[in-house]
């Protein structure tokens, strides 16, 4: 497991998903499912692939995320680098199958000191953002995401 070494600790958050762990994997293992919770990206689940996050420039941030497939382990796990806004760190999707259901775990390492202020933000920016995919997840949704 690759892990980013930091002063602050890791964002960590998990959510228990109302779907099975392949359709959870569907969601957070393709570029279509990452593009409709996270942000569009030209990803694809192969080790060692480069791809790159794109969102709307802020605050002096270019919204572009460049990263790298450190591991894969499908349904399980996949890990990549996150390096954008001058930060190099770490962010892993762990999924775990509850008879039926999925706990997933989301890891954002790599947290220095000079970062606090933004990692408060991302702290709360993650939280909002696996709590929408648990929602989108619900085994109402035919398809893995709604």
Same mark, same amino acid.
């Given at each position: ?10 964002? *960590? ?11 959870? +994997? ?27 996050? *794109?969102?709307?420039? *802020?605050?002096? +941030? ?19 680098? +996150? ?42 920016? +993650? ?7 648990? *929602? ?11």
């Amino acid at each position: 497991m690759e892990n980013v070494q930091g002063t602050l600790p890791n964002i *960590k958050r998990t959510v228990i998903m109302d779907a099975p762990v392949h359709k959870v +994997w569907n969601a957070v293992a393709t570029s279509e499912g990452l593009a409709v919770w996270l942000m569009p990206n030209n990803f694809q689940p192969v080790m060692g692939h480069e791809f790159t996050f *794109k969102s709307e420039p *802020k605050r002096g +941030w270019d919204g572009i995320v460049h990263c790298k497939v450190m591991e894969l382990d499908p349904p399980l796990r996949i890990g990549f680098s +996150w390096c954008g806004n001058n930060m190099n760190q770490y962010v892993s999707f762990e999924l775990k199958p509850l008879d039926g259901k999925t706990e997933f775990t989301l890891v954002h390492s790599g947290w220095s000191a000079e970062h606090a202020e933004l990692r408060e933000v991302m702290y709360d920016g +993650w939280g909002y953002i696996t709590e929408g995919l648990r *929602k989108r997840m619900g085994e109402e949704n035919d398809r893995y995401l709604c």
